[in-house]
């Protein structure tokens, strides 16, 4: 169904993560073509649409309160197995379908959606990128990507990237489009704030280790002990049980229970832009709230305590001006970012999303060419079909029989032999396997 002045576009989003899911959502205000309305959210101005959401059943899948912080709006959101999404984008008509998913779960839908779409007259734009920074596992996550009508790239040197590792393989490079993370956004740092303000954004997998992490934990409080005067904050992404985007095994507010902080150290949870409107000073490993605060011109540390390590990724942060200790930083020191560097992350910059826009635009008013993914069964006969099992997929994106729903919706006592599993299953992932893990280190 192409896109009306009259009827707004209707965009599926299909996330499998807290994270990935306010990535494609509010990718999708961004990148909507037509007339722009007030999007209610902080972000400025988009098209009117509608929104369908979807969430990929996993270890990740959000619970309530991570989407009621997300804090985005949706015409629907359900639950839904990879078979039960193609499914609905066979029977549904929509206009755009984005894709934030890891990169197997993209190639997986890329291949089911061409089946899916195979004898329809118009399909809908497919779009998909990467919710922050890349900084590891780049061949392989871009080339699971590849056959999307859109790559998004969240930077000029992101998009640079991208092309040339397509261009390299003998891929269609096409695809890749300069944008910029879709969150960026909020007030502009006003000075400093009485009292002044310490953000600590936590990450759930770096570091990965209790040293390192009670090491930051530690340095974090004595900088509050040593400014009594300011507020230091720990803000955390998850509550205890809960996933996000990656396994968090050893929670920092489990930790801080270990240590007698000060009255001006608090933990945090909520709306990282909400946190970011009191901060005036950001400090993190590698977190995506790093640009955040940059977009801000909020003073930005990323820290250095701990080695600059592709492991860590703040290698990153190479050249930015924000590479600093806790040393530095207990002695006063605020971090000034180069110019340079903040403009080819697609940090402060006007206009990301006309490019995607324009080009979207044009797109729905073509009838699209099958996709077309750089991985067959032909190019990859030892990689694809088991990357596409996982999500109950054959090699050519038809559901594997016993494929769970792929016949017909589920009623309410599987839908609550399925809730019930679930819990189960998290309780194994999130609870039962780190302490075995851990067992298997001493």
Known sequence: MPASTTKPPRIAVLADSDTRW??????????????????GAGDGPQA????????????????????AEVGVRADSLREVTAVEFL????????????????????????????RVWENRAKRPVVITGYVGVVYEKLADGLLLRHGADLVLANSRQDAERFRAVYEGVGADASAVTEVALPFLGGAPYPGERDPYTVVFAAQPSVPGNRRDRMYLLERLV?????????RVLLKLRSRPGEHTTHIEELPYQK??????????????????????????????????????SLHR???????????????????HFVGSGCLASWDQLDAGHRPVPD????????????????????????????????????????????????????????????????????????????????????????????????????????
């Open 255 to 292: 930790l801080a229970g270990k240590l007698a902080a000060p009255d001006n150290f608090q933990l945090v949870y909520g709306h990282m832009g909400e946190v970011l409107d009191r901060a005036d000073l950001l400090v993190t490993v590698s977190s995506t709230a790093a640009l955040e």
């Open 87 to 114: 499914r609905e984008m066979r029977e549904e008509q929509y206009d755009m379908v984005v894709l934030a998913l890891v990169g197997g779960g993209v190639q997986a839908m890329l291949h089911g959606l061409k």
């Open 339 to 442: 110019e340079e560097w903040v403009s080819r992350q697609g940090v402060a910059t006007d206009g990301a999303f006309d490019a995607a826009r324009e080009r979207i635009a044009k797109l729905l008013a073509l009838p699209l060419p099958p996709l077309t993914p750089y991985y067959t069964p032909a190019t990859a006969p030892g990689y694809l079909p088991a990357l596409l099992a996982r999500h109950h997929l054959a090699p050519d994106g038809s559901p594997l029989p016993g494929a769970p729903s792929h016949d017909r919706a589920p009623g309410p006592v599987r839908q609550l032999t399925r809730r019930a599993a679930r819990a189960a299953y998290r309780q194994g992932v999130q609870r039962v396997a780190p302490v075995i893990r851990r067992m298997g280190e001493l």
């Open 297 to 315: 011109r909020i003073p930005t540390a990323v820290l250095t305590d701990l080695g600059v390590r592709e492991q860590l990724g703040n290698h």
């Open 22 to 39: 306010k990535w494609g959502a509010l990718t999708a205000g961004r990148i909507t073509p037509g007339p722009a309305v007030e999007s």
């Open 48 to 67: 009117a649409f509608v929104l369908d959401g979807f969430l990929l059943r996993g270890r990740a899948t959000p619970t309530a309160r991570q989407l």
């Open 222 to 230: 004595r900088h509050a002990r040593l400014h009594p005067g300011r």
